[in-house]
């Protein structure tokens, strides 16, 4: 096996992609749990993630969502960022809040709501071309309850029009990464459900577009590291939203339910060229509902840093000679022998040498950050995303 000293440096560039939206208020479909010293605004919102990125050292760039984040100036959001030591990163389209969009958004029958919606998803490669953003990252809850309903090959092609409409606006920097869900909010087929449907669409569209995987998207037993090697395989995979699932789309702490899950798919991950790789956007997409969002962050981005650290750590060679030599335990125990390794003590370490607390929870709460923002953010509308 590897030791600490050998992954130091592709460790070095893990850039960890946070949500806006998780420093709102946020949960489940029955209740959303209001926090003091939630943000009212997307500027308080990027000082709350600027905090996980100065105490980890790991979450420069925050993702926006539409219309949740709309300003007046989005070029002053994005010098305001840069004054916080972050920057803005993914575009989040929003088709789902709307009751025009009851029956569907971009595969809707009605032409006049796929065109609202396109109208939308056109809107956020403008706010792209404000804030110097990549990535158009488009999540559609567009399908049906009921066998029958609609003709669901129609829909596809009428997905497939829209999609290549908003496509169309691009410019040659950026890309639009199509995520998939294979249920809910639609119980009998979800217009974009799986990795294949998205991949299909996106290599119908062109090479600008590639397909996002959210880690909470997928039916129990789902081998999604599989996954993540099919989509490396052709070059497609843009994108992760990161978190983490019992049941159904939990997004829980990436990483809570099943950590041995996490450490395989950063190991695919890996193994497959997927890191370090720019075009690879390693992102969280979490709802912190009970637990305090700052400090919800910054759990997540450190399970991420600590898997990956096991994941960099199997030694390859070795486990390609036992693969060859036909030994599944061999090859097995070179895997876990990796996943077993206690990281912490070195990570620790590696934050220290670096400015960094050793301890970036305990930091948070020893920094008073918390009950400062409790004090002064009274009054006014907490974001939420219901």
């Known amino acids: 096996m590897l030791s600490f000293a050998d992954i130091i440096g592709p460790l070095e560039r893990l850039r960890i992609e946070v949500p806006s939206w998780a420093y709102g208020n946020a949960g489940t479909r029955f209740k959303v749990f209001a926090q003091k010293g939630t943000p009212r605004n997307p500027f308080e919102k990027i000082e709350d993630a600027a905090q996980v990125h100065r105490l980890t050292g790991l979450a420069p760039v925050v993702a926006l969502h539409i219309p949740w984040d709309r300003v007046d100036d989005f070029t002053e959001l994005a010098d305001f960022a840069a004054s916080q ?33 396109i109208a939308h998803n056109i809107e956020c490669i403008e706010i792209m071309n404000k804030t110097g953003s990549r990535d158009l990252k488009i999540w559609l809850a567009d399908g049906t309850n009921y066998p029958g309903q609609d003709d669901m090959r129609s829909r596809q092609e009428r997905l497939a029009q829209s999609l290549s409409e908003i496509y169309a606006h691009l410019s040659d920097t950026q890309r639009l990464v199509l995520e998939y869900k294979f249920f809910e909010p639609a119980f009998y087929h979800s217009d974009v459900p799986d990795w294949g449907t998205s ?16 880690t909470g998207h997928h039916a129990p037993g789902t081998n999604i590291e599989f996954i993540v090697a099919q989509l490396l395989r052709v070059g497609r995979l ?18 809570a ?8 798919i950063l190991f695919e991950v890996v193994r497959g060229g997927g890191f370090p790789n720019p075009d690879v956007q390693l992102m969280l997409d979490q709802c912190h509902n009970i637990e305090n969002h700052i400090a919800g962050q910054i759990r997540s981005v450190m399970n991420v840093q600590e898997m990956l650290a096991r994941a960099l750590l199997v030694d ?4 390609t000679q036992a693969q060859q030599r ?50 002064e953010r009274v009054g006014g509308t907490q974001a939420s995303w219901t």
């Open 257 to 264: 339910a099943d950590p041995f899950q996490l450490f395989r």
């Open 85 to 117: 030591g972050v920057e803005l990163g993914t575009i989040n389209s929003n088709t789902f809040q709307d009751d025009d969009y009851k029956f569907g958004s971009l595969c809707h029958l009605d032409p006049r709501v796929r065109d609202k919606a």
């Open 238 to 255: 843009g994108s992760f939203d990161f978190n983490s699932r019992f049941y159904a789309d939990d997004d829980l702490i990436v990483g």
């Open 316 to 319: 390859r060679e070795e486990l």
């Open 326 to 375: 036909c030994e599944p335990l061999g090859a097995n125990e070179v895997l876990m022998n990796a996943f077993y390794t206690d990281v912490r003590p070195a990570l620790a370490q590696w934050r220290v040498s670096r400015g960094l607390p050793a301890d970036p929870s305990a930091a948070f709460w020893a920094s008073g950050y918390q009950e400062k923002i409790e004090a």
């Open 199 to 214: 991949l299909l669409q996106c290599l119908d569209l062109g090479p600008k577009a590639f397909v996002c995987l959210d």
